[in-house]
């Protein structure tokens, strides 16, 4: 795929439904006793992932275009899979699934693609396995081998890393577990799978402790079938919001998109950058806040304190790679701490966007925990996905400020999370 100088974008953009928040809707709804009609399901293939091991389970889904009905057949419904199911490249699939799984009375296989089979699982295996099931892995990594019980034993487990998908995982379990399973989270993480087990009738309750918040969910809760419309995804709006950051005289209006404020960072990063960015048509779909997205830009992006560290960092943990290549663009560059987590995504985010950059002539200093991008005049390279989507995305964005033509190899991965962004970006392009 390649890319070159833009002199800045436009355009309406319609975005794919949120690729954390299908994940959700389709388990609980395959959970759930009844039919849920699911519009806007994210077309991402790692949201495919999810809905061919439920499949694989035995949960009977229809997919016409983006709506998605699930007929849930009850928790007592899944049947013992008869192949390894397989996750493919998303962690959310792997590690929110063996929550479910764990307590099932059947065995089950998780396998997932060369990526996710090096990602750390132990995470999950510790807790899971207080709670009764049995999950054999490789040091750590998938293979899962899950031996579930009915019902497990109720925990309270603070989390040790920010993680939603870690956090959702615990709280799917304890829906099957024998009484109250509380989760402490320290930082706040997002909190899709809080809202849409409310969304689905189940009795989720958040109180203050360990400085932070502890979410509980009774076990034996019954799920309620329903309808509901997914919003826009955030993090696929943050290509658009950025390269009209910093392409001065662009405007990108992205209706539909979900404003979770546990997902907003990256608007607050790029108010901080001096952005205009504007909110309207505010409303709520699934449980979750939308609204209408304008970015428009003034000029290069200019932040007092150019650093990202502390709490606000798990907020914007999926946009790091291209508020990293916003850096390139900003006054003071950016300076992105406390981020390690990064190391243990699709691909080492860290090295990945160092790598990159570099090979664009950047200025970046790299870190255990993270980088530091300088203000740099981009040239065009050939550039590597490494196999991440948000890494192929990212610097098909940081192609568009480059002088020359920028080369992303590998860049088919952009479909986990969003087909078709390649040729929305072209779309937006205005080269003279
Ligand atoms: C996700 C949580 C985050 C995020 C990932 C999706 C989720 O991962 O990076 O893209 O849907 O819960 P971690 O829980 O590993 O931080």
Redesign the pocket.
């Given at each position: 795929m390649k890319f070159s100088k833009a002199r800045r974008v436009a355009g309406i953009v319609v975005l794919p439904g949120d690729?954390?928040i299908s994940?959700r809707a389709a388990m609980l709804a395959a959970m759930a006793d009844g039919t849920s009609r699911i519009e806007n399901f994210a077309t991402s293939k790692d949201c495919t992932s999810t809905l061919y091991c439920l499949s694989a389970l035995g949960v009977r889904i229809e997919t016409s275009g983006a709506t998605v009905t699930v007929i849930g057949p009850g928790d007592n419904g899944w049947r013992p899979p008869e192949r390894p199911l397989d996750c493919g490249n998303s962690?959310?699939t792997m590690r929110l699934l063996a929550g479910l799984l764990a307590g099932q009375p059947f065995s089950s296989t998780l396998v997932g693609d060369a990526s996710l089979s090096g990602r750390p699982m132990k995470r999950i295996i510790g807790p899971l396995t207080e709670m009764g099931a049995s999950v054999e892995s490789d040091d750590g990594h998938a293979p899962l081998r899950i031996s579930g019980r009915r019902p497990l034993l109720p925990i309270e487990f603070t989390l040790p890393v920010?993680?939603?998908?870690?956090k959702?995982s615990i709280l799917l379990a304890g829906l099957l577990a024998d009484g109250d399973t509380s989760v402490i989270e320290p930082i706040p993480?997002?909190d899709?799978t809080e809202r849409m087990l409310s969304e689905f009738g189940v009795d989720v309750r958040i109180d203050k402790a360990g400085g932070g918040r502890r979410i509980t969910v009774s076990g034996g809760s019954q799920l309620e079938a329903r309808d509901f419309r997914i919003p826009s995804d955030v993090s696929s709006a943050s290509f658009f919001m950025v390269a009209a950051a910093c392409l001065e005289g662009s405007r990108i209006e992205m209706p539909g998109v979900g404003l979770n404020p546990t997902r907003t960072g990256i608007i607050e990063v790029l108010r901080r950058f001096g952005v205009d960015v504007q909110i309207s048509d505010e409303g709520g779909s699934g449980g979750e806040p939308v609204g209408t997205l304008t970015v428009r830009g003034l000029g290069r992006p200019n932040a007092g304190v150019p650093r990202i560290d502390g709490k606000i960092v798990a907020n914007v943990?999926?946009e790091i790679p291209i508020l990293a290549v916003l850096g390139t663009q900003a006054v003071s560059g950016i300076e992105i701490r406390d981020a390690s987590?990064l190391r243990v995504?699709e691909s080492d985010r860290i090295s990945a966007v160092v790598e990159n950059l570099r090979r664009m002539g950047a200025d970046v200093e790299e870190f255990e925990d993270g980088l530091r991008v300088g203000p740099s005049d981009l040239r065009g390279a050939v550039v590597d996905s490494f196999g991440d989507h948000r890494i192929a995305m990212a610097f098909s964005v940081a192609a568009l400020f480059a002088k020359g033509e920028t080369e992303i190899v590998d860049a088919g991965c952009a479909a986990v999370s969003y087909p078709g962004f390649y040729r929305t970006l072209r779309s937006t392009i205005i080269e003279r």
């Open positions: 690729k954390s994940h962690g959310t920010a993680s939603a998908q870690l959702s993480t997002r899709h943990i999926d987590e995504k």
